[in-house]
């Protein structure tokens, strides 16, 4: 008898007939001769919601308290789940994440996951019973209940697969799979079959809201392989693994855009220019602030994006930094969009196609950064969706005799 994890997302559960659809689907898998574990997240947008409420009281809550409030979003998923289950016939039984043996460290909020203890799960499989866990949620070394991180419940999903030495993890949503675009964006977006763990961290990583980064890196690192599929979908959807087989032939497989971006231009008649940058990266490393992409252009001394929510920061720390002889200039609308896919960077024509057919239509790029399988650049947001589309329809749409 196997053991199957299967995930759902928010939008899985977000009403009682989505929840009865998530039951049947659970129910046709253990009839299949096999043990389930399922991972749920909050119903619908019930942690954003959670948030607004928090705002409206303050901008600054106890990051431990606020833990506890957005855990109750899953305990409402996996009760209701899990007594619907049982009117049906079924014997199921909901763990939060502590009763699950997840252990996290005490980072509040975005807390990492340091070890499974999966005794209870498995004593309550051997009763017969399908386990329903709570997405999202580890317990501190301090007893205290704290949260994984946007998309915590994915990385719940397949640390779990990964703890009990499963072969896959099936994460539901949605959507039924992984796209070369975003559809929304591109109507001749492309399902694609198959795509490396590289390949979909990098998408991931640049903007496509699938699948939380953490979860594919365990997925990665303990060879899990992922399905992606559509809840409300007959579609096989997406497998997420290390088995796909490109040689050394060139393989685009998707183009990203991250609107969550702004740039920074800073330039000074400071003549130790090198000094100044490395006072600027030791500063905003001081806070906490990511810096994504970063370039020092002839006539700047550095230019450099971060997320929009550090935007105001990283404005106060430029100008405590620097002299009065230097200038800020921000960009709060631009937007990342990156190619990724396998062989880019032995492509040797391949930027300059980029760059040839963005120009001919007459937009600008302001910055861009390469790796072994994707190429990022910065454009204004209003050219974003046309620089998507003109990409797609050279890059992929014109190669779809590629096997994906």
Request: with cysteine; net charge neutral; proline share 1%.
């Amino acid at each position: 008898m196997a053991l199957v994890v299967m995930k759902f997302g928010g939008s899985s559960v977000s009403d009682l007939t989505k929840i009865r659809h998530v039951a049947e689907l659970i129910i046709k898998k253990k009839h299949s001769h096999n043990k389930v574990i399922v991972v749920v997240s909050a119903p619908g947008d019930k942690t954003d919601e959670i948030l607004d409420i928090v705002h409206n009281i303050t901008s600054t809550p106890s990051l431990r308290e606020l833990d506890m409030l957005l855990s109750t979003g899953e305990i409402i998923s996996i009760s209701l789940l899990s007594i619907l289950l049982n009117s049906l016939g079924e014997t199921a039984v909901a763990l939060t994440g502590p009763q699950a043996g997840i252990i996290g460290n005490n980072e509040y909020t975005n807390a990492k996951i340091t070890q499974i203890n999966t005794n209870n799960i498995m004593t309550k499989l051997k009763q017969g019973n399908i386990v329903i866990v709570a997405g999202f949620q580890a317990l501190n070394n301090l007893g205290d209940i704290t949260t994984l991180g946007r998309g915590g419940s994915d990385l719940t999903a397949v640390a779990l697969a990964a703890t009990l030495k499963v072969d896959y993890c099936e994460i539901y949503s949605d959507v039924d799979g992984i796209y070369s675009v975003d559809p929304r964006i591109n109507q001749n977006a492309i399902k694609l079959n198959i795509i490396s763990y590289d390949e979909m961290l990098e998408m991931a990583s640049t903007g496509a809201q699938v699948l939380q980064t953490r979860s594919v890196l365990i997925a990665k690192k303990f060879n899990i392989d992922i399905y992606s599929k559509g809840t409300f979908s007959n579609d096989c959807g997406t497998l997420i693994t290390d088995r796909r087989n490109y040689m050394e032939s060139l393989s685009i497989s998707s183009i990203t855009s991250d609107k969550d971006k702004v740039q920074f231009s800073i330039t000074s008649s400071d003549n130790n220019a090198f000094g100044l940058v490395s006072k600027i990266l030791n500063k905003l490393a001081q806070c906490n602030i990511n810096v994504d992409m970063i370039e020092q252009p002839i006539n700047n001394i550095l230019a450099l994006t971060v997320s929009k929510k550090d935007m105001n920061q990283t404005n106060t720390e430029l100008k405590n930094v620097l002299h009065k002889t230097s200038n800020i200039i921000c960009r709060p609308c631009i937007t990342k969009i990156s190619v990724i896919g396998i062989g880019l960077r032995n492509n040797t024509t391949l930027l300059a196609d980029i760059f040839n057919m963005l120009h001919k239509n007459n937009i600008e790029i302001f910055m861009i950064s390469t790796s072994e399988i994707r190429i990022s650049f910065i454009v204004k947001e209003s050219d974003t969706e046309q620089a998507i589309n003109v990409l797609h329809k050279n890059l992929i749409e014109s190669k779809m005799k590629i096997k994906h």
